[in-house]
């Protein structure tokens, strides 16, 4: 789903049983895990920096979206699936 765009369809089979955001679930994880691999503290604060924006700006908006357009369902799914895992 694009962050910006009107969302179309509702998804909530498959892994987004597991977490409402999968693809920033799995890129928070790769930039830990470059972190981990180089052993860079800049590392680690790129991943930090990542999660903050994704959780405070990237996300809500998605969740506003989603909210508006599916209504009753998507509240249903939000209350039963945690945000990042």
Known sequence: MHTFRQPTRLVTSGIYALSRNPMYLGFLLMLLGVAV?????????????????????????????????????????????RRWL
């Open 37 to 81: 691999c180089t052993n860079e503290a800049l590392n680690v604060l790129f991943a930090i920096v990542f999660f903050l924006v994704a959780q405070f700006w990237y996300i809500p908006i998605e969740e506003r979206n989603a909210e508006r357009t599916f209504g009753q369902p998507y509240l249903d799914y939000r209350k039963n699936v």
